[in-house]
């Protein structure tokens, strides 16, 4: 099984929609992250938390907000989606050496 | 964060060694140099990382500069699944990474 999971893997959805993107790890890493990549460019980080009672805002937070319901959970929500938020959306877990990522949701706002 | 300067792209041949180069020279001097890459339609995968001293691991060896204002990631012979994204990322640690937009390897069969 892998150690990071992202639910669901494709999403479309309308332009205004609540959508969440979930991510759980069997890694047993407190840290995790949530990162963003459009087309062609690297990942932008938009939230992290190095433990359930930490979140942190990455360079790209606005318009998104983040849920650690437990060590091994770490959601994605945006709000009222718009059109240049569609992209790959990775989350990642990791220690001070390595961090292990998920195979990424594929989210198309409309 | 250090500026970090890659090709965009290089090729190679199928079962020949791959030099990618890193160019950051404000790097600072307790940032390790992390290369992860991104294989097509996956998310990232660490390769490798180190400080000072040239490292080796299953994947790949690290070159530093002795000045520490470039590095080079050696694959030893590049396959048709080393084909990817690669990124070189200075960082105090894993904790905080920032992906620029990495060197795309083709590998030529």
């Known amino acids: 099984d892998a150690d990071v999971t992202q639910t669901p893997r494709n999403r479309i959805t309308k332009t205004g929609k609540r959508i969440m993107l979930e991510c759980s790890q069997t890694k047993g890493h407190d840290r995790m992250y949530w990162y963003r990549q459009d087309p062609g460019l690297g990942l932008q980080l938009i939230y992290y938390?190095?433990?359930?009672?930490?979140?942190n805002k990455g360079e790209i937070s606005d318009g998104y907000s983040v849920s650690r319901q437990a060590q091994a959970k770490f959601s994605l929500s945006l709000e009222s989606a718009i059109p240049n938020q569609t992209a790959l959306y990775f989350c990642?877990?990791?220690?001070?050496?390595?961090?292990?990522f998920g195979p990424g949701t594929r989210l198309t706002v409309l | 964060d250090a500026k970090t300067t890659q090709p965009n792209s290089m090729e190679s041949n199928e079962e020949e060694p791959v030099h990618l180069p890193c160019n950051h020279s404000?790097?600072?001097?307790?940032?390790?140099i992390h290369w992860y890459r991104q294989l097509p339609s996956q998310g990232p995968e660490y390769v490798i990382h180190g400080l000072t001293s040239n490292v080796n691991n299953r994947m790949a060896s690290l070159a530093i500069a002795e000045d520490r204002k470039s590095s080079t990631l050696i694959l030893h012979r590049a396959t048709l699944r080393d084909a990817a994204v690669y990124y070189c990322i200075p960082s105090g640690s894993a904790r905080q990474l920032t992906f620029g937009s990495g060197t795309q390897l083709t590998v030529l069969p």
């Open positions: 404000t790097i600072s001097g307790t940032d390790y």
């Open positions: 990642a877990t990791g220690t001070d050496n390595e961090q292990f």
């Open positions: 938390s190095f433990d359930v009672k930490d979140i």
